[in-house]
């Protein structure tokens, strides 16, 4: 019966972090998992799904990787931060981007009239366009007197 309640639990705290819809357009974009050695496999490693709901978890509570509850989540919160860093060094953050705003142009429902950007995304200079070439301030030779 306890193995029941726990299942059951671990399924709800699955469908609030990572829902169906969510999952259906994040699974196709990720990265595929290396074939596992044939001697010595190691550990079977944590499906997808279970290490993006140990993502989110932290994303959402604001806590370290090392608070979160694995019993629950269903993997450790570094297994959680290896699989963001492997997805992110795939770039399945921008292509997940992409996708999301491509489905809401279809739909109608993206709307640029009161868009915003941050400074993650763009440059920012500092001071104006200068219109010739600064001259260097790195140790050179110096000019020959002879």
Do not use: F, N
């Not at 509850?69 to 919160?77: K, V």
Request: some cysteine.
């Amino acid at each position: 019966m306890a193995d029941g309640c726990c299942i059951g639990r671990i399924y709800r705290i699955s469908a609030d972090l990572v829902p169906d819809d969510l999952w259906e357009r994040m699974a196709p974009l990720l990265p595929a998992r290396p074939p596992r050695r044939h001697r010595y496999p190691g550990r079977l490693p944590v499906d997808d799904r279970t290490a993006l709901r140990g993502i989110v978890y932290v994303l959402r509570k604001g806590v370290s990787r090392a608070d979160v509850p694995s019993e629950r989540i269903g993997c450790s919160g570094v297994t959680a931060w290896r699989r963001l860093r492997d997805g992110t060094e795939a770039g399945v953050s921008p292509r997940l981007h992409e996708v999301l705003l491509g489905e809401l142009r279809r739909k109608g429902l993206l709307e640029t009239d009161d868009a915003a950007i941050d400074g993650s995304h763009v440059r920012a200079l500092k001071g104006a366009l200068t219109p010739a070439l600064r001259r260097s301030t790195a140790a050179a030779r110096a000019a020959s007197t002879m």
